[in-house]
């Protein structure tokens, strides 16, 4: 049974910076495809990051890049998002997602079937 544990989250200044994690259980992390997506309220749900766990090769949402990092730890089976230089506009639920395969696409959530439960982050001005 595959799950996804999100932690990480909290309140910071904007600045700031956040480490968000992701372990996953029910699979090994090799060959497939997490990704980090956030939701604000009245928004629709943002891909921000993508990575494939067999290669590492990532990408990242315009607005992250240069400030955001993806990653992998094989042997924890987790995922992070480090996040520097936050901005107030970073607020969100953010959200961890798997996909079995390492096909390239877009941080899309119609592409992700397993999500985690969300960790919030918020950050103020």
């Known amino acids: 049974q595959v799950q996804l544990m999100e932690s990480g989250g909290g309140s910071v200044q904007a600045g700031g910076s956040l480490t968000l994690s992701c372990t996953a259980s029910?699979?090994?992390?090799?060959?497939?495809?997490m990704a980090w997506f956030r939701q604000a309220p009245g928004k629709e749900r943002e891909g921000v990051a993508i990575?494939?766990?067999?290669?590492?090769?990532?990408n990242y949402v315009d607005s992250v890049k240069g400030r955001f990092t993806i990653s992998v730890d094989n042997a924890k089976n987790t995922v992070y998002l480090q996040m520097n230089s936050l901005k107030p506009e970073d607020t969100a639920m953010y959200y961890c997602?798997?996909?079995?395969?390492?096909?390239?696409?877009?941080?899309?959530?119609?592409?992700?079937?397993?999500w985690g439960q969300g960790t919030q982050v918020t950050v103020s001005s």
């Open positions: 029910g699979f090994t992390l090799d060959r497939n495809c």
């Open positions: 990575i494939y766990t067999g290669t590492s090769s990532t």
């Open positions: 997602a798997f996909r079995e395969d390492n096909r390239w696409s877009p941080i899309s959530a119609a592409y992700f079937g397993y």
